[in-house]
């Protein structure tokens, strides 16, 4: 709070009003009952007094105390004049900045609700930049005036010059001319050049909404159309747009973005990408159809973009934002369009700290703002579909490539009868499909989903598994940087010269592959080839993301190795050949979604092949090419497979069917943690349609040195899940060194 107050550049509103001990007040001023949300884990807002006069609003941004300390908060509600308004403590003062919408209240109170967590959680999410709230900082910049200095010298000429081409500090203009700081300082002196003060947080451009998208398909033309008119209607609207990969998604939801920012001046559009990476690719695409580049929200922009981009969002400046999960909780006072782009990605899900499903909230949070909705995906998650299914979100399909491009042939390739070499994990088959392809001149893909060298580490000599510290989860070998990392809990340290339970040196042995194993092995086969690995290591910013894919797109990579973060939106006009590796690593475990994920993973990673006019081709590894996904993986026949889950799903009465929630309860030592769950257990409330499954120790039944217990929650779909956890946490009194972690609608079950 100090550092805010420290950086504040324009006097505060306040102190406000306070009530002195001896009981001296205002004679003509009445009090008002200004009830504060603070961003921490508190059940409720706390109350407070203000001057009547001082016209405190809901949603402005305030300083009030609690207890001894000063803390920021956003006032929930003001009840004026209010009678017992005198007893309580004061606000101490308020902040400058545009006032939270009272549709972002709105969305905190319902999200905190649905998701059984403190409202001041939710907050939290939303009031990320307190910078923000403060004007924004200022610097000096040089311009030329226009005036001739009396002696113009050759490096007063170039001063000059550099000064036309852009505004710049003194220090900054006189590097870019290589002259003294004298020079500089005798133009400025002499009336040639003036000191601007100008925002370090200049607004953003606008986007121009005279410009065109690209030429359309009649196809692509009727799907724009039907969404376009969808949001010309206004209110609350859910669209699928459901089309194969290389149809033309991204084209269409742009002409729905342009006529949601034609509604009005300060109309908002904000498009949700389930990754880092893919947001950085897709920018360009934007910035061609709008001629400015989108306001970028997520956790790797730097701390001044996040001050700038929450500011001018909340001010309803912003009007065009992409950005990761995150995003969905700026503070937008006119949120006319949501897109959320490959909506069935499991990213959407965030799974640490405030557990909630983004593309749930976003339709939650476009019903509370009657906006328009736009759920993109080539293979949609089992509840977007059934929904559309339903007639509850209108179904608007792409069903073929754009162009002459077509869909890529797929094949199954049967481990048990095609076998790699020993100790090699890439079929002949697959070697060949791969220099056949770069015969041809063409680019080819390895799909690996798994990190590192090898996700084993074992001792041949005793068998010890290298295991993280207080973890259950074993350590992945990471050959290039020589060390051991759990991906789990970011654990990490040098691979052991010897085993360090038998002492043996030089024992171990690599379990499984990894990207950089599979690497090793493409090297082996094409030594001239030129070769990279795409996944979080080796691309761990923005900056990284966007050289490795121009170097893609520029034939300056001939193989590919890379995780699932090449399956999200690449497109890459050269690359014909995929490989998938090991299509059964999803299938293994008792996920629910195990069979969708792997289908929708499988299919996006096949879909990059083949996406302009070359023809694709993808070979999927298995040693399971009985199972119905890997049939359907195939035939490509999406609606038999996914007919098939929602069969099974209905006759379980699992979601789409059905409600899961699930709690895990963890303790610092195993005894404590079987304690509380069992005292848990007893207090929960029996409700008809509610099953309730546990405790039983969760399948990583350590994590960071706490020892996890797991119920597990099915509801028939007219059951209040979120009002039972409420109901069952309000009864129970734990230790309090036990936390008790809530996941509605979960997607990992570890």
């Known amino acids: 709070m100090e550092a805010l107050k420290r950086q504040r550049t324009a006097p505060p509103l306040g102190p406000l009003f306070a009530v002195a001990e001896e009981g001296a007040a205002f004679e003509h001023d009445t009090l008002d009952k200004v009830s504060v949300q603070f961003p921490l884990p508190l059940p409720e807002p706390f109350d407070y007094r203000a001057a009547s006069s001082l016209g405190i609003e809901p949603g402005m941004h305030v300083i009030a105390p609690i207890g001894t300390r000063l803390v920021r908060g956003v006032v929930w509600r003001v009840e004026k004049d209010h009678p017992g308004a005198a007893n309580l403590k004061a606000i101490e003062e308020v902040l400058p900045g545009s006032p939270l919408p009272s549709i972002s209240r709105d969305f905190v109170d319902w999200s905190a609700k649905y998701l059984v967590r403190p ?66 300082k005798g133009l400025v002196d002499c009336g040639a050049l003036t000191k601007l003060e100008i925002s370090e947080d200049p607004p953003f451009p606008a986007p121009d909404l005279s410009m065109s998208g690209k030429a359309l398909s ?64 897709a920018m360009s695409r934007f910035e061609a159809r709008f001629g400015v580049t989108p306001v970028e929200w997520h956790s790797a922009i730097p701390h001044k973009a996040r001050r700038r981009a929450w500011r001018e969002i909340a001010a309803g400046r912003a009007r065009l934002i992409v950005g990761a999960r995150s995003a969905l909780f700026l503070p937008y006072p006119n949120l006319k369009l949501i897109v959320v782009d490959e909506e069935h990605d499991p990213s959407y899900k965030q799974e640490e700290g405030v ?19 736009i759920l993109a995906s080539a293979t949609p998650s089992l509840e977007t579909l059934v929904n559309a299914q339903a007639g509850r979100y209108a179904h608007v399909e792409l069903p073929s490539r754009h162009g002459t491009a077509e869909l890529p042939d797929v094949e199954l390739i049967d481990l048990k009868i095609d076998a790699p070499e020993k100790g090699r994990w890439i079929s002949p088959k697959l070697i060949r499909a791969c220099a056949e392809a770069m015969l041809r001149g063409e680019q080819s893909l390895f799909y690996m989903n798994r990190r590192g060298y090898a996700p084993l580490t074992l001792c041949r000599a005793c068998g010890h598994r290298m295991q993280s510290p207080e973890t259950d989860s074993w350590l992945v070998e990471h050959r290039y940087s020589g060390r051991l990392v759990c991906h789990l809990t970011g654990f990490s340290m040098p691979k052991p010269k010897a085993c360090p339970e038998c002492q043996t040196p030089d024992s171990f042995t690599s379990i499984g592959p990894g990207v ?66 090991d299509a059964d690593l999803g299938l293994k475990g008792g996920d629910l979604r195990a069979g969708e994920r792997t289908f929708q993973l499988v299919s996006q990673v096949a879909g990059r092949a083949g996406r302009h006019e070359k023809a694709g081709r993808a070979l999927i590894q298995t040693y399971a090419p009985q199972e119905p996904v890997m049939q359907a993986l195939a035939a490509q026949d999406r609606d038999a497979f996914f007919a098939a889950e929602i069969a099974e799903r209905e006759a379980a009465g699992m979601p789409p069917y059905g409600r899961l ?18 005292a848990m257990g007893e207090k929960a409330p029996v409700v008809d349609g509610l099953d309730l499954w546990g405790p039983a120790p969760a399948p990583l039944s350590v994590i960071r040195g706490m020892h996890r217990r797991r119920f597990l929650i099915r509801a028939n779909r007219g059951v209040d899940v979120s009002a039972f956890l409420a109901a069952w946490a309000g009864r129970v009194k734990l230790h309090s060194a036990v936390r008790v972690q809530i996941d509605v609608d979960p997607y990992s079950f570890l």
């Open 119 to 184: 409202a001041g959680d939710l907050l939290r999410m939303v009031a990320r930049s307190p910078e923000a709230l403060l004007p924004p900082p200022t610097h000096i910049v040089l311009a030329p005036t226009g005036e001739t200095p009396p002696k113009v010298t050759e490096a007063r000429a170039r001063v000059l010059e550099e000064a036309a081409k852009e505004h710049v500090s003194a220090a900054e203009l006189a590097r870019r001319a290589d002259v003294s700081s004298a020079v500089v």
């Open 218 to 281: 009649a196809i692509q033309t009727a799907a724009a159309d039907r969404v376009c008119a969808f949001v010309r209607d206004g209110g609350f609207h859910v669209s699928l747009l459901d089309g194969v990969t290389g149809s033309g998604k991204t084209e269409v939801y742009l002409e729905a973005a342009a006529e949601a920012l034609k509604q009005a001046p300060d109309a908002q559009v904000l498009v949700l990408l389930p990754e880092i990476a893919l947001t950085q690719s």
């Open 355 to 373: 557990i909630y499903q983004a593309r749930d909230l976003a339709v939650a949070r476009a019903k509370l703002g009657s906006c328009a909705v």
């Open 516 to 581: 950089e194993r599979i690497e090793e092995e493409v090297r082996e086969f094409f030594p001239a080839a030129r070769i990279e690995i795409f996944s979080s290591d080796t691309t761990p910013d923005g900056d990284a993301v966007r050289a490795l894919v121009k170097r893609m797109e520029d034939g300056e990579i001939d193989i590919l190795i890379g995780t699932q973060i090449v399956a999200k939106g690449h497109n890459f006009p050269n690359l014909t050949f995929v490989g998938v590796v």
């Open 661 to 678: 929630a699930a709690i895990i309860v963890s303790a610092p030592n195993e005894q404590l943690a079987n304690d509380a769950s069992k």
